[in-house]
Each structure stands twice: as C-alpha cells, then as structure tokens.
C-alpha cells in the first residue's frame, strides 16, 4: 500500500482563537482523518484515500493546496486557501535523502482561509483567518520530540519548529528544525546548517545561527488532546496536542533585536 508505512497531512485552519485542524493519512493499520480543536479532538476511519499529486480524495473529503471541503459526521463544509507560502527549499535539507524513522515536510507557512466549517450544528467561520499545511512519512513517530507552529501574532509572521530524537544508522542523535518567515524573509536554523540548540525543554527553546539568535518561552496549556500516531507503521500511538498554548518568540540578528511576538493561540506537541 505504501512505500514508508504510513504518511499524513496536517491542514491547520485559524481565526483567532477558534482553530480546526484535519489530519487525513493512510498506514498499515488503515486509513484515517482525525480532527482536533479547541474543545477535542476525534477519529474518523475512512476508505483507502486516493492522491493524485498534492490532492487528496477520501469518502467525500477533499484536501489540496487550495483548500479543503468536508463531509464527515457531525462536520461539513469548506475552506478555500489563498497563495500558499512554500519554504524555499525541503526543511529536511540533506536528510531527505538518507534512511529516516520520519520525514517531515511544510506545504505552506501560511494562507488566507475563507469559508467555514460547521460542526454539531455551529458554524465556524475561517473568513480573513489563516492556514497552514505540513506532512509527515515514514514508519513511527520520535520517542521524544517537541513540536510547535504558530502564525497567530500580532504582525504578519509563521513558524514551525521541532526538536526530536533520531535514530539514525544504528546510532541516535538529536536533530532539529526550524522555519520562522517574516516580511518575505525566511531564517532557517537546522542540524545540518549549522545551528546550535543553546537549551529544549517544555518551557523553553533557544537556538543560534552565526549572527542569528532564537529564543521561545512556552506555557503549555493543561487542554491537551489526544491523537493517534504512527509506530512500526500502525498507528497504535498516542500523543497530545494543544490548540491554545502560549508562546513568546524573540530573533535576535547582530545583536539587533527583529521581533519580539507573542500568541496564546500557538499549537504545541510535547512527547517524552
């Protein structure tokens, strides 16, 4: 059925506060969409999905970089997507092509959204809110990671970030990515072009790139909900995510502070 065991999709949709996020995939164990939001999350087993290039169709869901329309129990609608906004190369850089537990790729950083969704009976409208598409392949999950996203500040500005175990060639290391893009700019820190954790926890993230200078304070929220995830290719995991924890992102470049954000709206996975 596949070539890695299982891959997945990560369609986020923000207004706000009120945020949605679909997670149609297919693995051994069969094929899915999962759905998390402000007040949970829920699990749908769907038929065998067909992909044609970036378009997804399952049951009567639809998925692409251009929106999504949704007919699930107790869910349905739509959501068209503006101009996505692509990195600017594969964040996995060099390791995209060598062996992986996981593979993550980033669709777009950020879209506008229009449309809405209504669930149980109450529309949630996504006019003038904005979007976010990832993906995710391989056989399993980290043992350990921290994962974190958010466009949701006060200016104009996305990141994605993401701390993780690595069993890599008999042996493991610790590897990381991140892509912040602010006014047409994108900074990269990454394993493999050179960056430095300074300090990861659960609270705290800081990392260095020559010039550059990241720091991020979190306060995770205590709404974490479940999710299934991927082992040996079977999704028989489960981690938490939370919709509304709150971040505080400060860049430095030159010693020059580039800015200093905050969001309360941030989403966050934290796995030890």
Request: proline share 5%.
């Amino acid at each position: 059925m596949l070539n890695r065991k299982f891959e997945g999709w990560y369609y986020k949709h923000q207004l706000h506060d009120d945020v949605i996020a679909f997670i149609p995939g297919r693995a051994e164990s069969g094929a899915f969409i999962q759905m998390i939001y402000s007040d949970g999350s829920r699990q749908f087993d769907m038929p065998e999905p067909s992909v044609r290039g970036d378009t997804i169709r399952m049951g009567g869901c639809l998925f692409s970089p251009r929106g999504c329309k949704i007919d699930l129990p107790g869910v349905s609608g739509e959501i068209l997507y503006g101009k996505n906004t692509p990195l600017h190369s594969d964040i996995m850089g060099p390791f995209r092509f060598m062996p992986m537990e996981c593979r993550h790729g980033v669709v777009s950083m950020a879209h506008t959204l229009s449309g809405g969704l209504t669930v149980d009976g109450v529309y949630h409208s996504f006019d003038g809110g904005i979007g976010y598409i990832e993906k995710d392949s391989g056989t399993s999950f980290p043992s350990s990671y921290q994962w974190l996203q958010c466009n949701d500040f006060a200016e104009p500005c996305s990141i994605m970030a993401s701390i993780a175990h690595i069993p890599f060639c008999g042996s493991s290391f610790t590897g990381f990515i991140c892509a912040i893009v602010r006014e047409g700019r994108e900074y990269r820190f990454a394993t493999y072009n050179g960056a430095r954790i300074l300090a990861a926890d659960e609270a705290h993230i800081r990392l260095s790139l020559k010039r550059l200078l990241l720091e991020i304070d979190v306060t995770p929220s205590h709404s974490f909900h479940p999710l299934q995830a991927p082992v040996c290719g079977r999704m028989t995991g489960t981690v938490r995510e939370s919709t509304n924890a709150k971040i505080n992102m400060r860049l430095w470049e030159g010693g020059k502070r580039v800015c200093d954000l905050r969001s309360s709206c941030a989403a966050y996975e934290y796995v030890r």
